[in-house]
């Protein structure tokens, strides 16, 4: 099996990738894989989503160049559940397992999978959790009486009809009548 190597240190002082990598060549080695890259990122934190060396990772791993990724722990590929969850959803769509060596977790394995889909049902539950607060909180403001989303403006349709009848584009009208574009398109096509 060819397998990529991640390892991340949060900060520049007193980290060394060094460690991880060590450990996790160890740990093919005695397996029988073959270590096709190693992807480090250095001073980076684990809750950024965008890091050079796992973006390079992944477009890798969506072009087949190895059949899994292997971390010394999950929280070194990210620790952003969302974000994990998502990158850890790509991988399996593009045929790539995942393996977090201290974590114990190896997503080619069926124990592994049952571990993802408990992961990924909590991720659901919390985003579900999150919308129905947002709603809580929506009810409340319109029983206060507060008015929601963009406020209303007053748009002069007979002007955008003049402009348009004067052959203006729906841009130009929206330029020089300083509204959406969208709202010029949908005042027209009423007419």
Known sequence: MRVALYARVSTLAGQDPE???RELREY???RGWEVTEEYTDHGISGSRESRP???RLMADAQQRKFDAVLVWKIDRFGRSLKHLVNA???LGAWGVSFISLRDNLDL???????MF???????EFERALIQ???RAGLRNARAKGQQLGRPHRI?????ILQLRAEGATLRQIATQLGIGYGTVRARVKLS
């Open 108 to 114: 080619s394995t069926p124990s592994g999978r049952l």
């Open 132 to 134: 129905e607060r947002v």
């Open 88 to 90: 850890l959803a790509d």
């Open 155 to 159: 748009v002069d349709r007979d002007a």
């Open 53 to 55: 060396q796992l973006n």
């Open 117 to 123: 889909a408990v992961i990924g049902a909590m991720a």
């Open 28 to 30: 093919a080695t005695r």
């Open 19 to 21: 460690m991880q990598l």
